[in-house]
């Protein structure tokens, strides 16, 4: 499967961007979803997940009640809503899919991922 992001760009503390993430080459629902952010010098680190047909989702505490996951797998995306940012939400994005074991919120259990896209949240 193919992993194509997009969405990001340049925003002031307290907005809001849709990140999305198309699919291509598999069908998205045979896999859980999962959004990771990097900066440099960092791990890349867990953002939230989702489940197949979106019944379930996780967040990493530093984005509960701002970022939404969602899914539309007849339209073979996912997105990530992502509100009230602050500037230490500055990070490239990154979604990936998850292999069929493993944690949700562990990097090494996802298998696919895109390229990338950039945020940066100004103060």
């Known amino acids: 499967v193919q992993l194509q992001a997009s969405g990001g760009g340049l925003v002031q503390a307290g907005g809001s961007l849709r990140l999305s993430c198309a699919a291509s080459g598999r069908t998205l629902s045979d896999y859980v979803l999962g959004w990771f952010r990097q900066t440099p010098g960092k791990e890349r680190e867990f953002v939230a997940g989702?489940?197949?047909?979106?019944?379930?989702?996780s967040y990493a505490d530093s984005v509960k009640d701002r970022f939404t996951i969602s899914r539309s797998n007849a339209k073979n995306t996912a997105y990530l809503q992502m509100n009230s940012l602050k500037p230490e939400d500055t990070a490239v994005y990154y979604c990936?899919?998850?292999?069929?074991?493993?944690?949700?919120?562990?990097?090494?259990?996802?298998?696919?991922w895109g390229q990338g896209t950039q945020v940066t949240v100004s103060s």
């Open positions: 990936a899919t998850k292999r069929p074991s493993g944690s949700w919120s562990r990097r090494d259990d996802y298998e696919y």
């Open positions: 989702i489940s197949r047909f979106g019944s379930s989702s």
